[in-house]
């Protein structure tokens, strides 16, 4: 897509090209998903556990009342699997008495998930996961930095969108014009008007094509 949209910029040399910030937003999420493989464990067969099980589900709902059942994330749904990590670790102690009450035999699922809970350090990842959704710049360690480290990549190689947040600035008053050379030769101030509403996302095309598949 880069390459296309280079190609693109000579025909039409006041586009701005810019890659899906939603996409990077899930590649971050990849990331962390990939630096807490027992989160990972836990998350992927506790949804297997519940998933057509109604003795398993009613008995959730008798020992965890009023706590919604564990969600099911998917992984192309940026997000989810960050959201499921954030239930486990505000439910955690609830969810562990549910699992003790389950038999081990019933389901291989259940025994992966008896063998997480067992895991040393995983409540510690489960409270560092969700600091992590709520301030980035702050992490530390190495799974932290790991993180920051593939947050800065994505976004330092998204220069449109670094043009698109100067002329979002100059725009609500935050900046002021001192140097066009930062922009296109041919551009100017009466361009950046034109900008207001650029789309960052490519998220609403690509949620067509599953529809367009039943077609």
Not at 10 to 34: D, F, P, Q, V
Not at 97 to 115: R, W
Not at 158 to 175: F, H
Request: charged share 25%.
């Amino acid at each position: 897509m880069i390459k296309a949209g280079s190609v693109l910029k000579n025909l039409y040399t006041k586009m701005i090209h810019t890659t899906c910030s939603a996409h990077a937003l899930h590649r971050i999420a990849e990331e962390i998903r990939g630096q807490f493989s027992t989160v990972d464990e836990l998350i992927s067969n506790m949804k297997k556990i519940f998933r057509k099980a109604p003795y398993r589900i009613a008995l959730f709902k008798s020992i965890a009342q009023g706590i919604r059942l564990p969600p099911e994330p998917i992984l192309t749904r940026w997000g989810t699997w960050l959201e499921a990590a954030i239930y486990y670790c505000e439910n955690f102690q609830i969810i562990c008495s549910v699992i003790n009450a389950l038999d081990e035999n019933d389901a291989d699922s259940i025994k992966k998930v008896k063998l997480c809970l067992l895991k040393p350090g995983l409540e510690n990842n489960l409270a560092y996961i969700k600091k992590v959704k709520s301030k980035f710049q702050s992490l530390k360690g190495t799974q932290g930095k790991a993180v920051l480290l593939k947050l800065q990549k994505v976004f330092e190689k998204n220069e449109g969108l670094k043009m698109l947040e100067k002329i979002s600035n100059i725009l609500e008053g935050k900046d002021e014009i001192s140097d066009m050379s930062q922009f296109p030769d041919d551009y100017s101030c009466n361009d950046f008007v034109y900008f207001k509403y650029a789309p960052t996302t490519s998220v609403d095309v690509e949620r067509s094509f599953s529809s367009y598949k039943t077609l």
